[in-house]
């Protein structure tokens, strides 16, 4: 079985979010299953990572049609990792700093989905399966169902589309139906939703079937409260709909081997991990005293991350003898809050704004426990992450979180949880986790059972088959 994956971001080439970890893992592992071959398509963007550009290819050029204009598109190959990679270039469209943001995204990534399927006209190889990721590739089962279908070199393809978060839907103007996307009049009931068209909602409409990268997601959008408005579309397609978890990559984030930690551990040795807590401290500026529990948070400071949560009950968490190391940036508020709490308590707060990922990874490994309350987490990739080294995740019971994540209060569990969105079941959580921290056998017997836990690519990818041959059969 061939399976094209469509993305505008994928790992190692360029990344802004958890889309580039899915596309540049899902497709390495389902390459390892028999008789599957799964190749990546994406933007040939002026930022990809210069090492990385040295491994791409020329392999020809063509015209895509842009409504009524016809533009370049150069075609590049990369393989990494046992995974064929495609690039789509267009300097007008890609030359930019950045991903996305700018006034004519409706027109780059129209000229991308567009340019997908022209791509393959000069392949020698064909998907059965055309799988589109968030509102950027949304409208390649548009273009595939009104244009390419029934093209004998494209009969047969099924459409398959992953909604990543749908917070982001690829809202426009219905004035570009003709005047950029081309889309011929006879879609305009597919493409347009409450008063505008959406790229998101003619996807679900039109694809085989939907998946969201949690189970708990794909019932939560089909809530008001989730949904940013597609929960009537949801439901009436909702036969179409289904949660698959995401996965990490176990061996980039492996502490037996990640060469970016100050010492290795496993379940059977776990003495580096405490060197790794000193070595957190030291990094951060706090004194090294192995007693008091760190807590870890690597997020972006915004509302949806449950922020305000910790802001609220902040002082509470200090006084009850942890130290908190925070990795983040975001709403200017947020960052001036943890900022000011650095100032207020030197040894027991560490506060490094922006993005450095060598300092994430020594979170992961160095802390007691990471915290994340997220308002909403469509699944969430940093509690897996932690998992895997031994650091206990506080989390609130909401999509990927609540499917990874289980309270041991309750029996077999792998950190703690809270139902309900409120700072004090949070700082109870977390007065939980200390208490069992303070019995240091059963402590490392959580931190070895966590570290078991298997949330690698390999159970998501025997899912992703099981559906694409579901769908084939349709």
């Not at 022209?118 to 409208?139: C, F, G, T, V």
């Not at 809202?171 to 996307?181: F, M, S």
Request: proline letters at 4%.
């Amino acid at each position: 079985m061939n399976i094209l994956y469509i993305s505008s971001e994928a790992q190692p080439f360029i990344a802004s979010g958890g889309l580039a970890d899915v596309a540049g893992s899902l497709p390495k592992a389902l390459n390892k299953l028999p008789d599957v071959e799964c190749h990546v398509v994406l933007p040939l963007y002026s930022d990809i990572k210069p090492e990385m550009r040295e491994k791409i290819t020329y392999i020809t050029n063509f015209l895509v049609d842009v409504s009524w204009r016809k533009q370049y598109c150069g075609l590049f190959k990369a393989e990494v990792d046992g995974v064929t990679y495609y690039f789509l270039d267009n300097e007008y469209y890609f030359s930019r700093p950045g991903l996305y943001g700018y006034y004519d995204d409706a027109e780059r990534f129209a000229f991308f989905s567009r340019g997908v399927l022209e791509m393959l006209r000069y392949l020698p190889w064909k998907p059965d399966i055309l799988h589109a990721n968030d509102w950027q590739s949304a409208l390649v089962p548009v273009y595939y169902d009104s244009i390419y279908k029934y093209q004998p070199e494209y009969a047969g393809m099924k459409t398959i589309f992953t909604i990543h978060n749908i917070a982001y839907q690829g809202k426009y103007g219905k004035e570009l139906l003709r005047e950029v996307w081309g889309i011929p009049e006879s879609m305009n009931g597919v493409m347009e939703y409450d008063q505008c068209v959406n790229l998101m909602k003619a996807a679900i409409q039109l694809s085989y079937k939907v998946t969201t990268v949690s189970p708990t997601y794909a019932q939560e959008i089909l809530d008001p409260w989730y949904a940013h408005g597609l929960d009537r579309i949801l439901r009436d397609y909702q036969f179409k709909l289904c949660g698959i978890l995401n996965g990490i990559d176990t061996d980039v984030h492996n502490p037996e081997t990640d060469t970016g930690i100050a010492a290795h551990y496993s379940v059977r040795a776990m003495s580096g991990k405490k060197k790794d807590k000193l070595d957190l401290l030291q990094e951060v500026g706090l004194p090294a005293d192995q007693e008091a529990p760190v807590i870890g948070i690597v997020s972006r400071l915004v509302a949806h991350k449950g922020i305000d949560l910790i802001q609220c009950v902040f002082e509470d968490i200090i006084n009850a003898g942890f130290r908190v190391v925070i990795l983040g940036s975001g709403d200017c508020g947020y960052e001036h809050f943890f900022s000011q709490m650095r100032d207020a308590h030197p040894d027991q707060v560490a506060t490094i704004l922006g993005f450095i990922p060598a300092l994430a990874k020594k979170i992961y490994a160095g802390a007691d426990i990471f915290l994340m309350p997220s308002q909403s987490e469509p699944c969430g990739l940093a509690q897996m992450i932690a998992l895997r080294y031994g650091t206990i995740p506080v989390v609130r019971e909401t999509g990927g979180l609540k499917d990874s994540v289980f309270d041991c209060s309750l029996g077999e569990g792998n950190g703690f949880t809270f139902a309900n969105y409120n700072a004090h079941e949070m700082l109870d959580a977390l007065y939980r986790a200390k208490g069992v921290y303070e019995n240091k056998k059963d402590w490392r017997a959580l931190v070895r059972y966590a570290m078991k836990c298997d949330y690698s690519w390999t159970r998501s990818a025997d899912a992703y088959l099981g559906l694409y041959q579901e769908v084939m059969s349709m």
